[in-house]
């Protein structure tokens, strides 16, 4: 059965830093592109990153490059996103989740885990 | 980037009717479109992808139409199960990107 567990959420300040860390099983690691998703409360969903199956490239949507930083170790079949210089609009539930084979829709997603930023 | 509009934004449903509902995206994005149902709490769960594929373990009420900018998603008959909120994705273009969502409601 594939899952996926992201941990690593938490009240932040503004300015500051998170590392999320999403757990995968289930299914070769290895082999899929993966994102990170988020929803802020109440909104919508919007693409955050993803990285190819080795790791060579990564990409992010323009307003979070820069700030946040997209990696896996394979070895330990687990996504990470660095989060830095947080700010009040990036509280939101951040999904993991696995791009399908056949193109880049998600067929299995992690429960979220919550980042608030205030002060 | 392309916009996805969905509409209406609400849609009032009673158990057993017929709901349709609509996602047109900004430009064409071919047939590379997926929908999702999100229920409150939980993660979104791909129903449709290639505009109207069922992903595994999919009811058949369930149905999804429609290429270049309109697509359509149709449940035939509404469940209990079924009211929640769903969101089209286009995955076309860089960056992919979704629509605000319809929630289906009881009426």
């Known amino acids: 059965e594939v899952q996926l567990v992201e941990s690593g959420g938490d009240l932040v300040q503004p300015g500051g830093s998170l590392r999320l860390s999403c757990a995968a099983s289930?299914?070769?690691?290895?082999?899929?592109?993966m994102s990170w998703v988020r929803q802020a409360p109440g909104k919508g969903l919007e693409w955050v990153a993803n990285?190819?199956?080795?790791?060579?490239?990564?990409y992010y949507v323009d307003s979070m490059k820069g700030r946040f930083t997209i990696s896996r170790e394979n070895a330990k079949n687990s996504l990470y996103l660095q989060m830095n210089s947080l700010r009040a609009e990036d509280t939101a539930v951040y999904y993991c989740?696995?791009?399908?084979?056949?193109?880049?829709?998600?067929?299995?997603w992690g429960q979220g885990t919550l980042v608030t930023v205030s002060s | 980037e392309i916009v996805m509009t969905q509409s209406p934004a609400t849609l009032s449903v009673s158990p057993g009717e017929r709901a349709t509902f609509s996602c047109r995206a900004s430009q064409s994005v071919s047939s590379n479109l997926a929908w999702y149902q999100q229920k409150p709490g939980q993660a979104p769960r791909l129903l449709i992808y290639g505009a109207s594929t069922r992903a595994t373990g999919i009811p058949a009420r369930f149905s999804g139409s429609g290429s270049g900018t309109e697509f359509t998603l149709t449940i035939s008959s509404l469940q209990s199960e079924d009211f929640a909120v769903y969101y089209c994705q286009q995955c076309n273009n860089w960056p992919t990107t979704f629509g605000q969502g319809t929630k289906v409601e009881i009426k």
């Open positions: 289930g299914f070769t690691f290895s082999s899929y592109w």
């Open positions: 989740a696995r791009e399908s084979r056949g193109g880049s829709w998600y067929d299995y």
């Open positions: 990285i190819r199956p080795d790791g060579s490239e990564k």
